[in-house]
C-alpha cells in the first residue's frame, strides 16, 4: 500500500526556517513523481515543487523559488522541502504527493499533510 506521512510543521516567526519530511512506503520513490502542494485556509491548493518520475529533474513555483529547496534521502525513502526565508504568506497545510507518471495537479496518493503557522 502506497502512503505518504509529512512531518516538521510547527510554528515559526517570520523570517526563520523549517524542513519538512515525506516519509514513503509501499513504494520506492525514486520511480514516482513526488510532488510538495500546499493549502492556505480559504484558498485554493497551490503545487510549490516537484520531483519528475523520469529524470528526477525539479520545479518550484515562482512563489517559492529561491527559498525553498527538495532533497531526498534514497536509503531512508524520504523527501525532504526546505523552508526558508518563511512569512505569513507561507501559513498554510504542506502535503506531498505521488504519482507513478507525472508531476500534475491532481497526483494519485496523498499525504495527510503537516501545518506550517509563520507568525509575524
Known amino acids: 500500500e502506497v502512503q505518504l506521512l509529512e512531518s516538521g510543521g510547527g510554528l515559526v516567526q517570520a523570517g526563520g526556517s523549517l524542513t519538512l519530511s515525506c516519509a514513503a512506503s509501499?513504494?520506492?520513490?525514486?520511480?514516482?513523481?513526488i510532488g510538495w502542494f500546499r493549502q492556505a485556509p480559504g484558498k485554493e491548493r497551490e503545487g510549490l515543487s516537484c520531483?519528475?518520475?523520469?529524470?528526477?529533474?525539479?520545479f518550484y513555483s515562482s512563489s517559492v523559488k529561491g527559498r525553498f529547496t527538495v532533497s531526498s534521502d534514497s536509503a531512508k525513502n524520504t523527501v525532504y522541502l526546505q523552508l526558508n526565508s518563511l512569512g505569513s504568506e507561507d501559513t498554510a497545510v504542506y502535503y506531498c504527493?505521488?504519482?507513478?507518471?507525472?508531476?500534475?495537479?491532481?497526483?494519485?496518493?496523498w499525504g495527510k499533510g503537516t501545518l506550517v503557522t509563520v507568525s509575524s
Open positions: 520531483i519528475s518520475r523520469n529524470d528526477r529533474s525539479i
Open positions: 509501499g513504494f520506492t520513490f525514486e520511480d514516482y513523481a
Open positions: 504527493a505521488a504519482d507513478s507518471l507525472s508531476c500534475h495537479r491532481n497526483m494519485a496518493y
